[in-house]
């Protein structure tokens, strides 16, 4: 597990863009088994490539006119439980991080894996993710 002081500053890029983060297994069940409503869940990470593309291009997709109706974040390495119990919502998909998932009516409809996000720039991400919202939000 990463020191809660290296994960901060990731953690609060995100929540102060208007993510809640999921830190239990609990709350992952109670956001994910919505039947109505759209959820993106960003599988956060320190790694760069959560950094350079994942966080900015997730945060430059939420200026796109339709977006997700929940924006939730789990922390690879930090909040395991919260993190395997979203993995297990994520499935067939093996585990990624970072990763982004986009739920519709508590049903994956979308995934972007990290050979996804590592070595593209945020705009790609956000096309991406912008996309996914035009067709599923």
Same mark, same amino acid.
């Given at each position: 597990? /990463? ?12 929540? =102060? ?7 239990? &297994?609990?709350? $992952?069940?109670?956001?994910? !088994? ?11 990470? +320190?790694?760069?490539?959560?950094? #350079?593309?994942?966080?900015?291009? =997730? ?14 974040? $789990? ?12 993995? =297990? /919502? ?15 009516? #508590?049903?994956? $409809? ?5 050979? !996804? +996000? ?7 991400? =956000?096309?991406?993710?912008? &996309?996914? /919202?035009?067709?599923?939000?």
């Amino acid at each position: 597990m /990463y020191p809660e002081e290296v994960c901060t500053p990731m953690r609060e890029e995100l929540t =102060a863009a208007g993510f809640q983060e999921l830190r239990t &297994a609990e709350q $992952v069940d109670e956001m994910l !088994n919505k039947s109505k409503g759209t959820v993106l869940v960003l599988v956060n990470s +320190i790694c760069g490539c959560a950094a #350079g593309s994942c966080r900015p291009g =997730a945060l430059l997709s939420l200026e796109n006119t339709k977006k997700p109706d929940f924006l939730t974040t $789990v922390f690879a390495g930090q909040d395991k439980e919260a993190t395997d119990r979203a993995r =297990a /919502y994520m499935l067939p998909y093996p585990p990624s991080s970072p990763s982004i998932a986009l739920f519709k009516n #508590g049903e994956l $409809v979308h995934f972007v894996e990290r050979h !996804n +996000i590592e070595g593209h720039v945020k705009e790609t991400i =956000a096309e991406n993710l912008c &996309a996914a /919202y035009d067709e599923f939000c």
